[in-house]
């Protein structure tokens, strides 16, 4: 079974930033793609970066040039950089990722991100 776990969510000021961390956790598997999703109140689950293994990155068009995404392959986390974070940016972010071993795809809990003054 394979377990992703974010962290770094809270409370930040419109033009202030965060950074996300999700880890992979398991045992004899192996992760491929990696993302982030996100969902606000009453809105549908949407992607917002998402990146291979060979660190090739897409975007959702309303994040581009404020947020990047990365990863450690050695240690299968991997991180958002949000920068410029506006009050739409306000929603539970979800790590996501393809991996190995069933179900083949696996979501993490959850982590608020509030953007507020």
């Known amino acids: 079974q394979v377990q992703l776990v974010e962290s770094g969510g809270g409370l930040v000021q419109p033009g202030g930033s965060l950074r996300l961390s999700c880890a992979a956790s398991g045992s004899r598997f192996s992760i491929n793609d990696m993302g982030w999703y996100r969902q606000a109140p009453g809105k549908r689950r949407e992607l917002v970066a998402r990146?291979?293994?060979?660190?090739?990155?897409n975007y959702a068009d309303s994040v581009k040039g404020r947020f990047t995404i990365s990863r450690d392959n050695a240690k299968n986390t991997v991180f958002l950089q949000m920068n410029n974070l506006k009050p739409e940016d306000t929603a539970v972010y979800y790590c996501n990722a393809d991996g190995s071993i069933w179900p083949y795809n696996y979501w993490g809990q959850g982590t608020q991100v509030t953007v507020s003054s």
């Open positions: 990146i291979t293994s060979g660190g090739s990155a």
